[in-house]
């Protein structure tokens, strides 16, 4: 282990951790609007080719015609998120959108599908009174990674590959001064001097045992942030999308198979046949919203309608056709076939997957948080989405609010001098982490991810209530003490139970601040459903809930929600939660 004074150094005006969707947009507006800028980016994989923009299959929400308008996809987003939403941060998603896509397209070079007059195509999502998503095919996320990474190239950013983040670093007078990172292939640590740091790591999902993100997403961010001091907001708020491919052992299990074919006209059945969603909400069936339809599936399959891999089924072949099936969504016929299924010809299984967390880092909307200097963009950061985030508009939070933070992060770097970091905050940082690597004998963490993963699936999933999450947090505490006892052998090079070990402080972590705020919300509310509270109860939780840290325990906060834009619609049962019928019994 390195001590402070021997350290490695690298001195940058802005460092960027996380190079998905979000990284990479910040990365190419701060260079447009100062050129002269050092920047390095910090990626726990390949830069530009790894984390979950690249996996975006289905597209990104955009008003392009000038039949659709602005309020209505800003009324669309807010309905979605079930009007817990900071209504400036949507608003500004909405406002920005068009923008970026003119961006991607002249700057980066994306290529998106165009309709046969030549203008972009944009197709239907589930949620959204209007067809507003663009797209290039069903790979639209590798497009526009290419693309970004492309410019990466150009632009001649200090790329610091493999390399995860470990702390935001302050100095003497409690001021950002960087950050402490550690390069997985050689097993040291770096310290990284920033005049500004952009925190846009990405989600937490995979501490779920059915999960669709990239495996790298383990709520580092989130956990940098909350051990930082930010506030976090709607933690509870974790999004199960309704169509995760079944596929056993598979890394492909969970992958998502994307809201476009519902859009397109798939229907969902249960294993006795039936087109299910007719009891949930009638007059959207399977472009109903994530929240509903996974809800839905869940609840069938926990009735015992389900299949008997513990799933149900999705067909888009009836309604289009294998030779069309295939046309428009190759890269998911591809991955049906890879498991030995084919979308094109016959139903696939599929079940809710965890997939994308609304909550986050409290942020403005240029994305500064109550540190100076650090700011956060993308799915780190909460408020954008509310509730329930739509198809199509998280590549577009990220894309949106990256280039915002790249706008920041310029202007702050102008202003901000270089600090020297406390050593004797490094010092505590360089122990905590080498700590396993000199531990004989103690537990190694792959089975403590997996009972994790179990725990957070089973009592803090789709469907939670009182007792489940008082389960989920007794467990998340036991699991915290064995993972602070954690051994492993080395070498620190390429150490792959290591890295384990740091995913998973980093994973119970966060899964603490889940489970305590979803035990905190008694009611239900889009992607957070109490089977003890099953309504939304209006009148008293159209507030959000802050975590904060006191005294190293965790701190409860309530906000009010500011309708800033548009007072929410007087509620209904149907509308906003999945209500089965007395057949369909809960789980």
């Known amino acids: ?56 299959q289905g597209g990104f929400n955009a008003v392009l015609n000038e039949d659709d308008s602005l309020d209505l996809h800003l009324l669309d987003t807010l309905d979605g998120g079930k009007y817990l939403n900071d209504q400036e941060l949507a608003a500004t998603l909405v406002r920005d959108a068009p923008k970026v896509i003119r961006e991607l397209e002249t700057r980066a070079g994306c290529f998106f599908d165009r309709a046969p007059d030549g203008r972009i195509h944009q197709k239907a999502f589930a949620g959204q009174r209007f067809d507003r998503t663009v797209h290039r095919g069903d790979l639209t996320g590798i497009e526009i990674m290419g693309r970004l990474r492309d410019q990466m190239l150009r632009l001649g950013v200090r790329e610091m590959e493999d390399v995860r983040a470990l702390e935001i670093v302050r100095d003497r007078a409690g001021e950002l001064a960087g950050l402490l990172v550690l390069d997985i292939r050689s097993g040291r640590p770096v310290l ?63 992958a998502v198979l994307e809201e476009g074919l519902r859009g397109a006209g798939a229907h969902l059945y249960n294993a006795e046949g039936e087109r299910y969603m007719q009891r949930y909400d009638p007059e959207r069936m399977e472009r109903s919203t994530r929240d509903i339809v996974s809800r839905s599936s869940y609840l069938e399959i926990m009735a015992g309608r389900g299949t008997e891999a513990g799933g149900v089924l999705i067909d888009i072949s009836a309604a289009l056709g294998a030779e069309e099936v295939e046309r428009r969504f190759p890269g998911m016929v591809e991955r049906t076939r890879q498991i030995g299924e084919d979308l094109a010809r016959r139903p ?37 989405h509310g509730a329930n985030r739509l198809g199509g508009n998280g590549v577009a939070e990220s894309t949106v609010f990256g280039a915002r933070s790249g706008d920041t992060a310029a202007e702050l770097a102008a202003t901000r001098d270089l600090r020297e970091p406390d050593t004797g905050q490094l010092g505590d940082i360089l122990r905590r982490v080498y700590a396993p690597l000199e531990r004989s004998g103690g537990e190694l963490p792959f089975g403590l991810t997996a009972e994790l993963k179990e725990l957070m699936w089973t009592d803090c999933g789709v469907v ?56 905190l919300r008694e009611e239900s509310r889009g992607a957070h459903f109490r089977s003890d509270f099953p309504d939304a109860d209006n009148d008293e939780w159209l507030r959000y809930v802050v975590l904060n840290r006191v005294d190293g325990e965790i701190g409860v906060d309530y906000r009010p929600v500011e309708f800033t834009r548009h007072e929410p619609p007087k509620p209904t049962a149907q509308a906003d939660q999945a209500e089965p019928t007395q057949q369909v019994g809960a789980p």
């Open 1 to 56: 282990m390195s001590s402070p004074d021997e350290l490695d150094r690298v001195d940058t005006d802005i460092a960027v951790i996380g190079s998905g969707g979000a990284g990479l947009m910040c990365v190419l507006r701060a260079k447009a609007r100062a050129p002269e800028l050092d920047i390095t980016v910090i990626s726990k994989g390949a830069v530009g080719r790894s984390g979950c923009t690249r996996m975006v």
């Open 192 to 254: 990284v001097r920033a005049r500004v740091v952009v925190v846009a790591t990405g989600g937490a999902a995979t501490m779920y045992k059915i999960s669709a993100p990239a495996r790298e997403k383990t709520g580092d961010g989130v956990a940098l942030c909350w051990r930082a001091g930010l506030d976090m907001r709607d933690m509870e708020m974790m999004q199960f999308h309704p169509t995760g491919l079944l596929a056993g052992r598979s890394r492909l299990n969970g």
């Open 348 to 384: 696939v299984p599929v079940s809710p997957t965890a997939h994308f967390h609304m909550g986050g880092a409290i942020i403005d909307q240029d994305c500064r948080t109550g540190i100076e200097g650090l700011l956060v963009a993308g799915e780190d950061a909460g408020g954008t």
């Open 464 to 519: 939670r209530d009182r007792a489940g999450l008082q389960r989920a947090l007794a467990g998340i505490d036991e699991l915290t003490e064995r993972v602070a006892k954690v051994g492993v052998p080395g070498p620190a090079e390429v150490n792959f139970a290591w890295q384990e070990a740091l995913d998973l402080v980093n994973q119970v972590q966060v899964a603490k601040l889940v489970a305590t705020s979803a035990l």
